[in-house]
């Protein structure tokens, strides 16, 4: 059983950074991918990035690429570096969990957090 839990979120104008974090509690943590998604009003929710268990394997979307940076450390937490953020980042951030492989695909997600708003102004 893993238990994630987000923080980090908040107002933040355009060209601004956020970075959020994700803590992961249950023993199995280190053998999960663990994912970033987001949901903006009125939107399906979306892939942000993944990491896989080892760290060392990164998957952005194509929106975000090059101003995102997903990380993970062996304390239980997996990171969201948000770089130049501009108001269509505007969307309430979720991290989640996987065993095994990385995917895209919010429905092959086993764990959820509770979510973080993150609101870009401009």
């Known amino acids: 059983q893993v238990q994630l839990v987000e923080s980090g979120g908040g107002l933040v104008q355009a060209g601004g950074s956020l970075r959020l974090s994700c803590a992961a509690s249950?023993?199995?943590?280190?053998?999960?991918?663990m994912g970033w998604f987001r949901q903006a009003p009125g939107k399906e929710r979306e892939f942000v990035a993944a990491?896989?268990?080892?760290?060392?394997?990164t998957y952005y979307a194509d929106s975000v690429k090059g101003r995102f940076t997903i990380s993970r450390d062996n304390a239980k937490n997996t990171y969201l570096q948000m770089n130049t953020l501009q108001p269509e980042d505007t969307a309430v951030y979720f991290c989640?969990?996987?065993?095994?492989?990385?995917?895209?695909?919010?429905?092959?997600?086993?764990?959820w957090g509770q979510g973080t708003q993150v609101t870009v102004s401009s």
């Open positions: 989640a969990a996987r065993p095994y492989r990385a995917s895209m695909d919010s429905a092959s997600y086993d764990y």
């Open positions: 249950g023993r199995a943590f280190m053998s999960y991918v």
């Open positions: 990491i896989d268990w080892s760290g060392g394997i």
